[in-house]
């Protein structure tokens, strides 16, 4: 697999770890996924990211998860990596990357609050990974609690010469896109892929605004993989039609505290999962809370029926 660079384009699904009823890691389950992803036309993987629910998984379980996703697809994979000390952020990219991993993604901690405490943080990481390991920048304020304006992100992609991607996640944050590509063209900071998250909820002008794409997982990644290919065609409308058919349903998915019982949900409902438990902690979607989901579910299959369903 090729390695992530500063131009990685497209689509890479936040990939959801699928565990049986019990608990455990299902893997035939996990097979079905990474299948499914491939067919719909994503451009790579996230695996342990914070919808793979990787703090709920042992060193040995996010190894054997990488291992066997690797060796079910070509398509390149990045792993997260985040950890409370650089020791085991190192032990685990040591592992993931020697499995065949493209890059990892590393997530601040929420006890930095000034920007050289920042930049610092990842200075340290990238030398704790090492220095020939690609990583990728995790910025999602609303749930770190850790803010990275521009200025402080062009520091860290110029002083960890292995920083080459941003998954953004700021909202707003279409102002710090425009900012970020205004650094790169005035000589300020060298380019980074900018693959942006929060379900998709913006991704409609995300692309238009410079990113090279999304790295979220959306239950319905295929509308992911349009907005990406009908904005790089210069298809505005059509971007935006498609987009606009899915946003009931986006909106719904993007709910702070069910939005992985939503999307693990929909995902058994179109056969892909077993079953939607999460790991201990984990919500639960209500009777009534599954029945909305449900009806926005028949009313997306009249405009894209690509989203079958299993009764």
């Known amino acids: 697999m090729a390695p992530l660079d500063r131009n990685t384009h497209g689509v890479f699904a936040i990939a959801p770890t699928p565990f049986s009823e019990e608990g455990t890691i299902d893997f035939d389950s996990l097979s079905r996924l990474v299948d499914f992803y491939g067919d719909v036309g994503v451009t790579g993987l996230t695996l342990l990211g914070q919808m793979g629910e990787a703090p709920k998984l042992s060193h040995e379980e996010s190894v054997r998860i990488v291992q066997q996703v690797i060796k079910r697809t070509d398509l390149p994979i990045i792993v997260g ?27 601040p901690p929420n006890t930095l609050r000034t920007d050289d405490q920042i930049v610092s943080y990842y200075e340290g990481a990238a030398g704790a990974i090492g220095a020939d390991v690609p990583f990728v920048i995790q910025d999602y304020p609303l749930s770190f609690s850790v803010v990275m304006s521009p200025a402080v992100i062009a520091r860290i992609a110029n002083a960890a010469p292995g920083c080459v991607m941003l998954k953004h996640e700021d909202w707003p944050g279409l102002e710090k896109i425009s900012a970020l590509r205004q650094l790169e063209a005035d000589g300020a ?39 990406v290919r009908h904005t790089t065609a ?10 606009d058919a899915h946003l009931p349903l986006l909106r719904y998915e993007q709910q702070p505290g069910i939005g992985l019982a939503v999307r693990k949900y929909v995902m058994k409902r179109r056969g892909i999962l077993a079953s939607d438990t999460q790991r201990k902690p984990g919500s639960v979607l209500s009777a009534r809370a599954r029945t909305e989901v449900d009806y926005l579910l028949s009313r997306l299959t009249r405009k894209d029926s690509r989203v079958a369903l299993l009764a």
Do not use: Q
Request: some cysteine; overall charge negative.
């Open 81 to 107: 990596v985040s950890a409370p000390g650089y020791a085991a952020m190192r032990a685990l990219a040591v592992d993931v990357m020697s499995a065949g991993a493209g890059g990892v993604m590393i997530a």
């Open 189 to 227: 900071m060298p380019r980074l892929s900018i693959l942006c998250g929060n379900g998709g909820l913006f991704l409609d002008f995300e692309t238009e605004r410079g990113a090279d794409g999304a790295m979220t997982g959306y239950c319905v990644p295929e509308l992911l993989v349009d907005v």
């Open 234 to 243: 210069g298809d505005r409308d059509a971007a935006h039609d498609v987009f």
